[in-house]
C-alpha cells in the first residue's frame, strides 16, 4: 500500500465517521426541530429555563454518526457519558428531584387559606383522563394511553416520570409535548377561558386570603403527605419530595437546606433533565405518527384540562353564597404549570378590572393541579404498572 | 447530657432500623418448588441429575442469602449454612435458585450435604442466620412421583401443588411458576375497559377523594388555627374580641380604603401578623492568613 493509498484510506474511514456521511432528512427535521425551540425561548420568552435545554438537547441527540462503528457517544449506547445522564430520566429518578425544587419554593399558603380551592385542581385532572379515552379510541394500549395523557395534567417531571415507567418507548415525544404545552400555555389558555366564562364572572372579586400560622405551614406537607400517600402509594417519589421540600421551606430550621433544593439542586436537575429528554428525540425513534398522535392528544388533554377547571368552577360557584364566588378565571390554574397559568388568570381579570389581582387566588387551584397531578400519575401507575 | 441522650436514642433506632431493614429482606426468601426424585429433569454443573429445592427472592430487591440455613431436619436448623463468599448467593429482585439435594457439599455453594428421600415425607425448612427464626418450611408428600415437583402455584405465594409437567402444570427449575408474556393489568383494562370510562371514573374518584380529604382536613385545621389566632391577639391586646354583625360590614372595601384602615391600625396597635423577618449580618473582615498575604507570593527584591 502506497503512502497515498495510507493516507486515501484513512480519510475514507474518517469521512464514514462523520456526521455528514451519515446525516439523513430526519436528522435535519430534527435539528430545525431543535433550532425552533431554541428560537421560541430566546426571542418569544416561551419558558426558556426548560426550551434552551430541550432545544440544544435535540441538537445533540440529533447530530449524525455511524451507530455501528461503537463510538460510545449516543444516548441510548449503555455506558455512553449521553448514557449515564439519562439514567436519571430512565429510572425515573430526576422528577422527584425537581418536585423536591418545587415543594421548597412554592407557598402553599394561599391552598391553605382556602382549601375549597383543592377541588378545581382535582377537576383540571379530567384532561388527563379525556385524552385517555381518546387515546384508546386511536388504537393506543391503555398503558401507553396513561402515559400519553398525563400530558394533560401541565407538568413536566410527572409526564416524565409516569412515561418512563409505562410506555419508555414514547417518553421522549411525550416529555417534549408536555413542556411545548407548558411553553404554550399564554397562547392556548386565554381563547378557553373568555370562551366559558361571561364578563360578570370574569369581574368577581374574591375576598383576599387570611394570613395563614406557620404552624399550619409546617403541618400541611406532613398531613398532605400522608393523606395523599396513604390513598395512593405509588406516588410516593412525587407527593414523599415535593412535601419534604416544602417542609425544608416551613419548617424555618433548614433555610440552607431549602435554598439548595429550590435554587441549586433544581437548577442543575433542570438542566440535565431538559438536555437528555431533548437528546432522546433522536430522528430514528422520533418521527413516526405515533409521535404526531402524542402531539395532538397532548394537546386535546391540555384543553380538556384548562376547560374543565373553568367549568368547574361555575358549576361550584351555583352552590356557594353570593359573597363567596370565585371568580372562574382562576379555574384554568387547575392545571399544574406553576406559575405561569396562575399568572394567566391574573393578567386576564386585570384587563377586564385593572384592580382585580388574582395572582395568589389563582396560586390555590395551580399548586392543587401539582398535587393532583401527582396524584393522577400515581393512579396510572398503580392500575397500569 | 439531655443532647448525647437523645444522639444515642436516634443511634439506637436507627441500628434496629437497619437490623429490622436487613431481616424484612431475608423473611421474603421463599421455598418455592421442590423435586425429590429427578430422573429426567434438570442437570447440574457436573451433568448429573439429583433432588433440588428452589429458593426464590420475592422482594423488589436483591437479596444476600449466605450464612442463611437450608435442612431437612427440624431438630437440626444449622444444617446446611449456605457459604459465604459466593457472589452468586446474590439473588436479584424477584429470582428464583436452585440448591441441589445431593449430599455433596463439596462440589459447591449450591450442592447441600443432605438428599432427599423418596416415597417419605421430606420436610425442608429455611432458617435466617441466627439458626433461630425460620424463615419458610414446607412437607413434601411422600406420594410425590419421579419427575415431578411439589410448587407453588404462584412465585412465593399461593397454595402448593403437584406439578406432573403436563400442561398448565411445568415444571419450572431456575424460572416462574406462572409463566407471564403480558402485563395482566394492561391486558384487563385493555378486555373489559375498551373505552376508558371505568378508568376515568375511577381515578377521578380517587384524585377527588384524595384532594377532599386533604381540603376538609385543612379546612378544620384553618378554623382551628383561626380561632386559635383570633384569642391570642386578642388576649396580647387585652381587649375582648369582638365581630362585626354583618350589617354593620361595609358593602364594598376597595384595595385602598382596605391599606390605609390597615396602616392605621398597625400604626395604632402594633399588631400585626407573624412575618418572615430576614436579618442579615455580614462581617466585613479581612483577616490575616500567610496565604492571601502578598509578601508570600511575591519574589523578594535581591539585595544589593
Given amino acids: 500500500m502506497s503512502f497515498g493509498d495510507f493516507l486515501a484510506n484513512n480519510l475514507h474511514q474518517f469521512w464514514i465517521l462523520t456526521g455528514f456521511h451519515n446525516a439523513t432528512w430526519e436528522h435535519f427535521v430534527m435539528l430545525a426541530v431543535g433550532l425552533f425551540f431554541i428560537w421560541l425561548a430566546i426571542k418569544k420568552d416561551f419558558e426558556p429555563m426548560l426550551l434552551v435545554p430541550i432545544g440544544f438537547g435535540i441538537l445533540i441527540g440529533n447530530i449524525p454518526f455511524n451507530t455501528t462503528a461503537g463510538l460510545d457517544v449516543g444516548i441510548y449506547e449503555e455506558g455512553s457519558v449521553l448514557n449515564i445522564l439519562y439514567n436519571g430520566v430512565s429510572a425515573g429518578w430526576y422528577p422527584p428531584l425537581i418536585f423536591l425544587g418545587i415543594g421548597a419554593m412554592t407557598d402553599f399558603s394561599a391552598l391553605i387559606a382556602n382549601p375549597k380551592l383543592m377541588l378545581i385542581g382535582a377537576a383540571a385532572q379530567f384532561g388527563i383522563f379525556g385524552a385517555y379515552m381518546v387515546a384508546l379510541l386511536l388504537g393506543f394500549t391503555p398503558d401507553q394511553a396513561g402515559a400519553i395523557a398525563i400530558i394533560g395534567g401541565a407538568d413536566g417531571p410527572t409526564a416524565i416520570f409516569l412515561s418512563s415507567k409505562l410506555a419508555p418507548n414514547l417518553m421522549g415525544a411525550i416529555a417534549v409535548s408536555a413542556y411545548s404545552y407548558m411553553a404554550l400555555v399564554p397562547v392556548i389558555q386565554p381563547p378557553l377561558m373568555r370562551l366559558f366564562t361571561t364578563k360578570n364572572e370574569r369581574l368577581i372579586k374574591m375576598k383576599p386570603a387570611r394570613a395563614v400560622s406557620q404552624n399550619e405551614k409546617i403541618i400541611f406537607p406532613i398531613l398532605g403527605l400522608l393523606l395523599t400517600c396513604f390513598v395512593v402509594p405509588s406516588g410516593i417519589p412525587l407527593l414523599g419530595m415535593l412535601f419534604f421540600g416544602n417542609l425544608l421551606r416551613e419548617c424555618g430550621v433548614c433555610t440552607r437546606l431549602a435554598k439548595t433544593a429550590s435554587n441549586a439542586l433544581t437548577d442543575i436537575v433542570t438542566i440535565l433533565l431538559g438536555m437528555t429528554v431533548g437528546a432522546s428525540t433522536q430522528a430514528s425513534e422520533f418521527l413516526t405518527a405515533q409521535t404526531i398522535g402524542i402531539f395532538a392528544l397532548g394537546f386535546m388533554a391540555f384543553i380538556i384540562a384548562s376547560s374543565s377547571g373553568v367549568l368547574f368552577v361555575k358549576i361550584f360557584n351555583l352552590f356557594l353564597p353570593k359573597n363567596k364566588k370565585i371568580n372562574p378565571l382562576i379555574g384554568n390554574a387547575g392545571v399544574s404549570a406553576v406559575p405561569m397559568s396562575a399568572r394567566i388568570s391574573n393578567n386576564l381579570g386585570l384587563e377586564y378590572d385593572p384592580s382585580n389581582y388574582l395572582l395568589m387566588h389563582a396560586m390555590g387551584p395551580n399548586v392543587a393541579g401539582v398535587i393532583g397531578s401527582a396524584v393522577a400519575a400515581g393512579v396510572l401507575l398503580g392500575f397500569l404498572a | ?304
Fill in chain 2, 1 to 304: 447530657m439531655k443532647k448525647i441522650f437523645i444522639t444515642a436514642l436516634v443511634a439506637a433506632a436507627a441500628l434496629f432500623a437497619a437490623n429490622d431493614a436487613s431481616a424484612q429482606g431475608r423473611r421474603g426468601l421463599r421455598l418455592n418448588e421442590v423435586m425429590v426424585t429427578n430422573d429426567s429433569s434438570v442437570v447440574d454443573d457436573y451433568g448429573r441429575r439429583s433432588a433440588w429445592v428452589e429458593l426464590f427472592n420475592s422482594t423488589f430487591a436483591p437479596l444476600e442469602i449466605s450464612s442463611v440455613f437450608i435442612t431437612d431436619d427440624p431438630s437440626d436448623p444449622k444444617k446446611y449454612p449456605v457459604p459465604l463468599g459466593d457472589v452468586n448467593t446474590r439473588i436479584p429482585k424477584r429470582q428464583h435458585v436452585i440448591f441441589w439435594a445431593d449430599g455433596e457439599p463439596t462440589k459447591g455453594t449450591f450442592h447441600m450435604n443432605f438428599t432427599l428421600r423418596p416415597g417419605q415425607d421430606n420436610w425442608i425448612g429455611v432458617y435466617d442466620a441466627d439458626g433461630k427464626t425460620l424463615i419458610d418450611e414446607v412437607t413434601v408428600p411422600a406420594s410425590l412421583a419421579p419427575n415431578t415437583t411439589y410448587a407453588r402455584s404462584e412465585d412465593g405465594t399461593g397454595e402448593w401443588e403437584v406439578r406432573d409437567g403436563s400442561e398448565g402444570s411445568h415444571v419450572t427449575p431456575s424460572s416462574a411458576n406462572v409463566i407471564r408474556d403480558t402485563n395482566s393489568k394492561v391486558e384487563m383494562f385493555a378486555e373489559r375497559d375498551k373505552n376508558g370510562f371505568g378508568m376515568t371514573v375511577m381515578a377521578m374518584a380517587i384524585v377527588f377523594s384524595a384532594l377532599l380529604l386533604l381540603s376538609v382536613c385543612f379546612y378544620i385545621i384553618s378554623k382551628i388555627g383561626e380561632r386559635y389566632s383570633k384569642g391570642n391577639k386578642a388576649k396580647s391586646q387585652g381587649s375582648k374580641l369582638q365581630e362585626l354583625s354583618r350589617e354593620d360590614r361595609p358593602d364594598s372595601d376597595s384595595g385602598e380604603a382596605i391599606a390605609a384602615i390597615a396602616m392605621a391600625l398597625h400604626e395604632h396597635l402594633d399588631a400585626h401578623d407573624r412575618e418572615n423577618t430576614v436579618l442579615t449580618i455580614n462581617k466585613v473582615r479581612k483577616a490575616y492568613s500567610p496565604w492571601n498575604s502578598k509578601i508570600y507570593n511575591m519574589r523578594q527584591a535581591p539585595r544589593h
